[in-house]
């Protein structure tokens, strides 16, 4: 399973990047407002500082919900750099959005998928990513790594290759989850990718081995 990073602040990408396990960043217009980043010629900046940082795919939002407007701005964001993945809302403009994309050889990542039916559509349309939120169905009481396993089936039925990025990751728990059911991609806070490091029989472990090398070796 690939892991994407899902932030925008330069100094976690970087430093997710230099801990090795870095595959691609998501980023979407919350979290580059969180940066304090406005202005298009500074949105467009940040993108390729982030690009410069990782070695995978970079997820660049979308503002407009037009047809038009977002095929204006994602080809925009495709030109700053190779590794841009235009990310796209699940709308019906969307839609047909990322058909064009897809035809021109762009890659795509459609966003605020919550249902299989969703995934589906983005899919027939020749999206490279479809993102589902799982964080944000649990929040409401569903369960998000059913709607990961269900899409799963779904893709793998008709040999699909869009593939199923898990968005809106919490915790460790979700990140193994999704391994198991076989998503292709998480994206998720550093904190929860440092959180898989965590063991107490590891730190104790470390400890003992450590205090008896002390031991023997004065
Ligand atoms: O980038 C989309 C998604 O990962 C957002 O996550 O935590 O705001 O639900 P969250």
Redesign the pocket.
Same mark, same amino acid.
């Given at each position: 399973m690939k892991f994407f990073i899902?932030t925008a602040n330069l100094a976690e990408i970087q430093e997710a990047q230099d801990f090795g396990v870095l595959d691609g960043v998501?980023?979407?217009p =919350?979290?580059m407002a969180k940066e304090g980043i406005s202005g298009k010629n500074n949105v467009l900046r940040h993108y390729k500082a982030i690009c410069d940082i990782v070695d995978g795919d970079v997820s660049a939002e979308v503002i407009a919900t037009d047809f038009e407007g977002m095929i204006r701005e994602g080809e925009e964001l495709a030109d700053l750099d190779d590794k841009i993945v235009v990310k796209i809302p699940m709308i019906k403009d969307g839609i047909k959005a990322i058909k064009y994309f897809s035809e021109k050889g762009i890659k795509t990542n459609c966003?605020l998928i919550f249902s299989a039916g969703q995934a589906l559509l983005a899919a027939k349309a020749g999206a490279t990513y479809v =993102?589902p939120?799982i964080? &944000?169905l649990d929040d409401i009481g569903y369960d998000g790594i059913d709607l990961i396993e269900q899409i799963r089936t779904i893709f793998d039925n008709y040999g699909f290759d869009t593939e199923i990025l898990a968005? =809106?990751? &919490?915790n460790p728990l979700h990140i193994i989850k999704c391994a198991e059911v076989g998503s292709d991609v998480m994206?998720?806070?550093l904190s929860a990718i440092l959180a898989l490091l965590k063991h107490p029989l590891t730190e104790n472990g470390l400890k003992q081995f450590l205090d008896d090398h002390a031991k023997a070796n004065g």
């Open positions: 899902d998501t980023t979407n =919350s979290l966003t =993102s939120f964080g &944000r968005a =809106s990751i &919490r994206t998720g806070p």
